[in-house]
């Protein structure tokens, strides 16, 4: 038996989210599927974020366990060759048995991008969030620097999640504007049910001057969803990667 | 009487190209009736750049003729509210009345955009071509300056194209390399059917190492399709820009 760490790309349009569930097609369920008629196992995977219905991934991470001889790094290659276009595994290898993807400690890297102009681009309209009002970068880097480090993001967090405890740590918050195209990266320890994207749209409420930077302060403070600016779509949010120690990674 | 000049973007994947034909949808099609509509004429856009199937567009050009006494800056915001997601007028104004978008020089630039790495990626596969196979950056830009200038591109020119001649002038031909994004940007006064997407794989070709960078000379003495490489996939070609004289544009 051994272990076997997947790095998952994916096109999240067409999908209702990473984890399996009832209603519609899921990213986990279509990799389950392949992975078992791969092995001739009943193969489940142990996805480490459960991203929403429409949000993409250069490196979601999930693992699975086979008494399937061939090597690790092989995996990658038979199962692009059965996956649907929009998904593709970008490495495989094996890690040790108890490695699980959520458990152990890791810094994630999302990024929300922003198309910033006039008229929307046809060939951006699934990757990025359309607005043609003029956001201000300074502002919203200004209303970033509140939200780095630790801090209690109870007023990031989407209805329904169930969590002990609501605080996380920041670790870095960029926002790059090239063009028309304006990228938000964060990086942190963990996030909250839909907070990367409370987060986008709490800057934008800036950007547009709705909100001016120091009113970060205050919706950190009230620990209140209803504090905080609109929830951004999905469409705009890419899960980059997942870095995990280095003997693991 | 007036004549509107358009600036379209449009998302290719999911049309049979520019030009009106029985065989399935394309863009002037959608255009031609939503202006129809918006209009109560019976419009027959003129459009500039007639791209294949699967070809997208930053900013191809049409006009048309209407006695609409709306101002032609409107029409962008009158047909973005009709048009499908995949089609976005980016500009709209009035020309002059014998300003032909075909008649009229032009300079046009095009980038194909190739992905060059181990694995595609899923949000990338339909604005790219990917390839596995390493490219020599280097090599492909040596071959391109062999492409410059005014030259007989027959060697470069599709099947079934019915043209008077077959030489052109590449203003610019620029290859850039970002992570594993390779970018041709190619600018000039017109290209024949399926020209870029033919120099797009002779570069490869070079790039692989298939050809020396030096075989661009003979295939352009050559005058002869087979001489050239393959034709690139629809996918990864943008028509960025048309430019016309300033009093035009």
Redesign the interface.
Known sequence: MKRVKLTV???GTNYCGWQVQPNGITVQEVLNRHLSELTGEEIETIGASRTDAGV?A?GNVAVFDTRVRMPGEKF?FAL?QRLP??????ESKEVPQDFHPRYVKSEKIYEYQILNR??????E???SHFTYVPLDVEKMREAGTYLLGEHDFKSFCGAGAQVKTTVRCIHELNIEKSGDKITIRVRGNGFLYNMVRILAGTLMEVGSRAYPPEKIKEILEAKDRKAAGPTAPARGL?LVKIEYPEELG
Request: hydrophobic letters at 30%; aromatic letters at 18%; proline letters at 9%.
């Open positions: 790309a994916y096109d993409h250069l990658s692009n276009e929009d998904i593709r595994i970008q006039r008229f929307p681009i046809p060939t309209r699934f990757y890419t």
